[in-house]
């Protein structure tokens, strides 16, 4: 197996995975940085030289590629030779990059599961198809990398393995307490963000969905180091795997804060079709609304510098401790978007998505999570993974009385 790993992707997400590889460069001795704009590429791997000097010790390199295209992917990989592919780019390419690295024999990982570009919805099924070819490969795919989903995922598989014979109930709370400063922004691509939150909410009781309307069903809660904030049910990916992964659930449920300046902003621009994902004609030209919408928005690369505040994103487990006596449980992360940005120049949001993509592939590249087939993050074992989020800049912390979400 070769030491190389190539990353796919120059945003946000790819930036901070890039500097966190460069700081692991036992593991990460040698990397590519491949993505449509090869100047973003570029300008990360100089980031990476300008704040590391000296101390820079893995080999970067950088190139161009269409990861829609798996001609051109499996050229790059077949010139490249590397033996993980991480794709950081966008869900829309899961698929062909997938596909690539089955005809190249190079594991997988990703931190979004597929979405169609012209249809608002996501889900495993397309990338669990491709398990039986995963597995007849001999290659490792590992889906969902990310905060959440992965850190959720991890966590779960964690919490079931050391506190709990069975997890019943299961709220996953996602708050960002940051603040750009601008009255509307989205803190990761604004597309993926708008299109997540414009969908109807869905969670998973007694066997089977329940779908709301967007936003219908709201709490408030205090989140340590954060404050009091309004959050609202969402459906996330995560829950799909997890109700599939866990035995005994009962409840499955994820909710979101976003800012009452956030929720009057894209109401405005649902109600004057902004969010529509229909391409329309516009002077000759068929252009697709929220396409155009993430073009006047500030891009989310340029939050860094601007965003203060903290992300507490945790969950509450409850069902039957190790005594098999009732046990409420909360796992948390609390994460400071200026210490992010000081460290690696990106806020929050990618941090926490970029750090646990490098620690996803640490465990491929350590032999730890590396059998043949395609898997979601709860499957493997949890153990080093989490050691590993303590290590490198998302330290977890518990809470064994805590507060449940009604
Ligand atoms: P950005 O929009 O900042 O970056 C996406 C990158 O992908 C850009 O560099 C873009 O290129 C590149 N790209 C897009 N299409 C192609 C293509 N066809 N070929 C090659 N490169 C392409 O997104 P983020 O960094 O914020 O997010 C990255 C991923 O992480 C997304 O899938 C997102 O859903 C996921 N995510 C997951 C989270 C989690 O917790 N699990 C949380 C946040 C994000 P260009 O620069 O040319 O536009």
């Known amino acids: 197996m070769s030491n190389k790993t190539l990353i796919i992707g120059a945003g946000g997400v790819a930036s901070v995975a890039a500097h966190k590889c460069a700081q692991n460069s036992e593991i990460f001795p040698e990397f590519m940085i491949a993505s449509r704009t090869l100047a973003k590429c570029d300008a990360i791997k100089a980031d990476i030289e300008k704040r590391m000097g000296k101390n820079l010790k893995s080999v970067i390199t950088t190139a161009k590629v269409d990861a829609d295209s798996i001609d051109e992917l499996v050229a790059l990989i077949n010139s490249y030779k590397p033996s993980i592919v991480m794709h950081l780019a966008l869900p829309y390419q899961d698929l062909t990059i997938m596909q690539a690295c089955i005809k190249t024999g190079v594991a997988y990982l990703d931190t979004a599961n597929y979405e169609p570009l012209d249809t608002a919805k996501f889900e495993y099924k397309e990338q669990w198809a491709l398990d039986g070819q995963f597995k007849k490969a001999g290659i490792t795919g590992i889906l969902g990398s990310g905060f959440d989903p992965g850190v959720t995922g991890v966590w ?12 019943h109930y299961i709220d996953i709370l996602d708050c960002n307490g940051g603040d750009h400063g601008y009255p509307f922004a989205t803190n990761f691509n604004p597309e993926i963000n708008i299109r997540e939150v414009a969908a109807n909410g869905r969670y998973w009781e007694n066997g089977k969905w329940i779908e709301t309307k967007p936003m219908e069903i709201h709490r408030q809660r205090h989140f340590e ?66 396409q155009f919408l993430a073009k006047v928005l500030p891009d989310p690369s340029t939050l860094g510098p601007r965003t ?9 487990f409850r069902g039957l401790g190790k005594d098999n006596k009732p ?24 941090y926490t998505t970029g ?33 590993m ?3 490198w800049g998302l330290p977890w912390h518990e809470d064994f009385d805590p507060e449940l979400v009604d």
């Not at 491929?364 to 949890?382: I, R």
């Open 308 to 316: 203060k505040g903290k992300t507490h994103i945790g969950i509450v």
């Open 327 to 350: 046990k409420k449980y909360y796992l948390y992360n609390i994460c400071d978007h200026e210490v992010c940005y000081k460290e690696v120049g990106s806020q929050a949001i990618s």
């Open 355 to 387: 750090v646990p993509a490098m620690i996803g592939a640490s465990m491929y590249l350590k032999g730890l999570w590396n059998k043949a087939g395609v898997y979601n993050v709860e499957q493997f074992d949890p153990d080093p993974f989490m050691e």
């Open 389 to 391: 989020l303590n290590k």
């Open 156 to 167: 779960t598989a964690y919490a079931l393995k050391h506190h709990f014979n069975e997890i």
């Open 225 to 290: 180091e954060v404050g009091e904030k309004d959050m609202y049910l969402l459906y996330h990916e995560e829950l799909e795997s997890l109700v599939k992964h866990i035995p005994h659930l009962k409840r499955i449920r994820f909710f979101m804060t976003f800012g009452q300046s956030y929720l009057m902003h894209l109401k405005c621009l649902e109600n004057v079709g902004m969010t529509s994902i229909e391409p329309i004609n516009f002077n000759g030209v068929d252009i697709v609304p929220i």
